[in-house]
């Protein structure tokens, strides 16, 4: 059972198990708390503001950060651009087609939560991926649109007659892939930024350099290749952990070595192979970068990308940094992508799970029971949702008195100490929490 009445009036004063509360019926005893809103921390436990070195006159927010983060904190810029790859990146993981309509419904739920840009596909896929992507366009929405391409002629000309406002021209940087993929030289890769930027602005289109495997990259061909970026016009450079083998610390070095040496926009692209996409993000937010690219849910090639939820919610509550997306409607976004690429959200996954606010734990329900900050870490209504609690192993006997009084039924301690017992064994057997009709039943044969 899940109360879904937000605007329920016991909401406001925090209490959790008033009789009058409707109940609703569902497959498992689940009953949310409706939680008072927790007081906003107020902990800037440093009086540093930190500024924008690259934006003059731009005053960053304070942050609540340790001393310890102050010693490495190089510079966080007061906002943060989330250029959303879900319909890009996100479609090419393995199997995940959307068609036309899913990529037009994602893209207008991804600007209705205020994502400002949007990376919409890949021209050189053809006529159809093209028509997708002026549909998109044709929507008038507010975030700013980009497409993918190879840094190649015929790439760039598919872009042509497309109206997106940016062009990602993506070149192998590292010595693996300019040889062994390319088959050039890193001095052809230099060559062809100088000659391809200045092409795409041509076109009217701002450029970002995708540096495709950066992380492999020799850090000082790296620093030249942006240089030479900026210097053609490129407005920003995509570092791309093509291969998904970066952790924080690292990423922190790289990161702040490019922003010492150019001005343009740096923006980070990290896969998720080792666990590390969000970390790694915001590593290079912490060093400098200006964007980062997300999908929703972590939707990707192989291990997949940085989650915007997650990217989001910890910029956000980590390091208070705005990123003007609300994701009150996450849910449904998120069920919209799970629903078109066929890749159901993971019970357990962070912030978008349905056992991300879900709780068994005899003493965790206690506390929340007693006050939701007690195990609270994220408010699960910033994402419009609600903490959860089931019946299961690890129930006490106050989650379980708590559960009958939903049903009409007052246990004393005694009965409810035995139902227990019963409810221990029925979810060891069966590997879920017991139906409103079961919970009944263990009571039918306590009393006879
Ligand atoms: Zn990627």
């Excluded at 890949?122 to 998109?136: N, S, V, W």
């Excluded at 100088?194 to 850090?219: F, I, N, T, W, Y």
């Excluded at 990707?300 to 997306?325: C, D, F, Q, W």
Aim: aromatic content about 6%; glycine content about 8%.
């Amino acid at each position: 059972m899940v109360h879904k009445n937000p605007a329920h009036p016991y909401q406001a004063c925090g209490e959790i198990s008033s009789p009058t509360r409707p109940y609703v019926g569902f497959a498992t005893i689940v009953y949310a708390l409706l939680l008072p809103v927790a007081p906003q921390s107020n902990q800037h436990r440093l009086s540093n503001c930190f500024f924008n070195k690259y934006n003059a006159g731009t005053a960053l927010a304070p942050v609540t950060l340790t001393e310890q983060n102050m010693i490495t904190m190089q510079v966080l810029k007061d906002k943060i651009i989330i250029d959303d790859t879900t319909l890009r990146d996100g479609e090419q993981s393995a199997g995940v087609a959307f068609s036309r309509e899913e990529k037009l419904a994602i893209a207008i739920h991804l600007d209705a939560l205020g994502v400002p840009e949007l990376e919409v596909g890949i021209p050189a896929m053809g006529r159809e991926e093209q028509e997708t992507i002026q549909a998109i366009a044709d929507l008038d929405l507010d975030a700013r649109l980009i497409a993918w391409c190879r840094m190649a002629d015929y790439d760039l000309q598919q872009c042509r007659y497309l109206n997106i406002d940016m062009v990602d021209l993506s070149i192998p940087v590292s010595d693996q892939q300019i040889r062994h993929k390319l088959g050039h030289s890193r001095q052809w890769v230099l060559s062809e930024i100088k000659r391809q930027v200045p092409l795409a602005q041509d076109m009217g289109l701002e450029v970002c350099v995708g540096g495709e495997d950066a992380s492999r990259a020799d850090p000082d061909f790296l620093a030249e290749v942006v240089e030479i970026a900026q210097r053609a016009g490129a407005r920003r450079f995509r570092f791309a952990d093509t291969v998904g083998i970066m952790e924080p610390f690292s990423v922190y070095e790289r990161i702040q070595y490019l922003r010492s040496m150019v001005d343009l926009e740096l923006e980070m692209h990290a896969h998720d192979d080792f666990g590390m996409a969000t970390a790694n993000t915001l590593a290079a937010v912490r060093a400098g970068a200006s964007h980062v690219n997300t999908t929703v849910h972590g939707l990707g090639e192989r291990a997949g990308n940085a989650p915007l939820e997650e990217v989001v919610m910890s910029l956000k509550h980590l390091y208070h940094v705005n990123t003007g997306i609300e994701l009150q409607n996450f849910s449904a976004l998120s069920k919209q992508v799970a629903d078109a690429s066929g890749r159901p959200v993971g019970w357990q996954k962070s912030l978008a799970g349905d056992g991300a606010f879900t709780h068994e734990a005899g003493i965790h329900v206690d506390g929340l029971l007693k006050d939701p900050r007690n195990y609270q870490g994220v408010d699960p209504s910033e994402l419009g949702r609600q903490h959860s609690l089931v019946l299961g192993k690890h129930s006490g006997t106050r989650s379980l008195m708590h559960a009958y009084k939903h049903l009409g039924m007052d246990l004393n301690r005694q009965q409810a100490s035995r139902i227990l017992d019963r409810l221990r064994k029925f979810t060891t057997r069966f590997k879920r929490s017991p139906e409103d009709g079961e919970l009944r039943r263990f009571y039918e044969e306590l009393t006879g």
